[in-house]
């Protein structure tokens, strides 16, 4: 097992890394304030998991109650925060009761904005089990649930007293999810660890293999990644943590324009980083060959290549609500060179119009209803 620390002074908190850590409870302990917790999952993860968490903390003298939530992200709403309201509030939870989130991302993106919510707040520990909430979302402390008009458009930034990342759970995960969770990987070499980049290079055949330790490794550097800039930019005030979003500007409208959960999360961030790559491309930031590395690198971890067609004044329209967006401009995280990422709005709507248009845009598809499955290479 590996720990890692996110170090944001008294609220400072580990990263255990590892397997079959659900079925050690020491971990959890010492981050109980009574020994009591109220369990959030869903549909799928909880079938697979739950009775092992709630066997392992009852073993140790700890009485869990649980909510099992339908899943998927269309249902990372305000009914799923309503209904871990109520089910706080029914089994009378008191604010000493720690809230787990056990599952993906969109698990615990929302069970940490009911955490941050109930009471003024109660201790959260994430559990996540798929292996983007393993690189990603479980560390940092986002939290909050998507909107009609837009995604995570509403949340907070709460911390969780404990990351528990049990990669045994992700023998389970399905490979489309797999290769979502790649997305993110590779988003930090391209963004702030070139060798971490290389790395990635001699090593993703052994990572989408799920060789354990080549897995292992890349989790590590992955939350380490996460981790320092977050020590770094706790609020996203400093530009620092805005760079993570690489690709989510185009990302986050891709998802909500084709409908929550069509595109996973990780694929919209792939195509949306090609775009962003493209841009970066024509600003002359980065080389055809540096683009095509990138390429390359996303088609070998299966993911889609080119972005829905949705047009060009959709997509702007949609990136309009961005949090990002700063006295009414969008602000892009674009690529200054490999292994370095960089915050601007100085942007030419002219240009994004380009290559958010098919023919023109190199990662944008010729048909509107392209789905993410779909990994046809761009051409020229
Ligand atoms: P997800 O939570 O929807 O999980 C993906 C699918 O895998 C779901 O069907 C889930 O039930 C299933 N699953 C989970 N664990 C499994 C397992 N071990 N075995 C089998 N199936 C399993 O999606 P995700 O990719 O984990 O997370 C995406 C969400 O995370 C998005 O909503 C995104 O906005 C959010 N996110 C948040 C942050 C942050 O900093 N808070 C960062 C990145 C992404
Ligand atoms: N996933 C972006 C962030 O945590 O800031």
Redesign the pocket.
Known sequence: MKTLCVNLGKASYPIHIGPDLLRQPQWILPHLAQPSCFIVT?T??GP??LPTLQDTLAQAGVRTQALTLP???AH?TRSALNQIHDALLTHRCERQTTLIAL???????VA?FAAATYLRGVPLIQI???L??QV??SV?G???I?HPLG??LLGAFYQPSLVLADTS??N???QR?FC??VA?IIKYGLIRDLPFLHWLHQHLDALMARHPETLAEAIERSCSNKAEVVAEDEFETRGTRALLNLGHTFGHAIETGSGYGVW???EAVAAGMLLAADLSQRLGWISEGELTLITTLLQRAGLPLRAPNLGPERYLELMASDKKVAAGAIRYVLLDGLGQAKLTAHVDAGLVRQILTPGNGRFIALDGNVHPDTKTPPQG
């Open positions: 869903n799928t993860v697979l998991y899943d998927g992200e990372k599952g993906g991302g969109v698990i615990g993106d940490g996540p089990t798929t983007l909430s990603d979302s940092g986002k939290t909050g998507n995604k995570n759970t992700l389970t995960l399905p999810e979502s969770g993110e996973l999360h990780g």
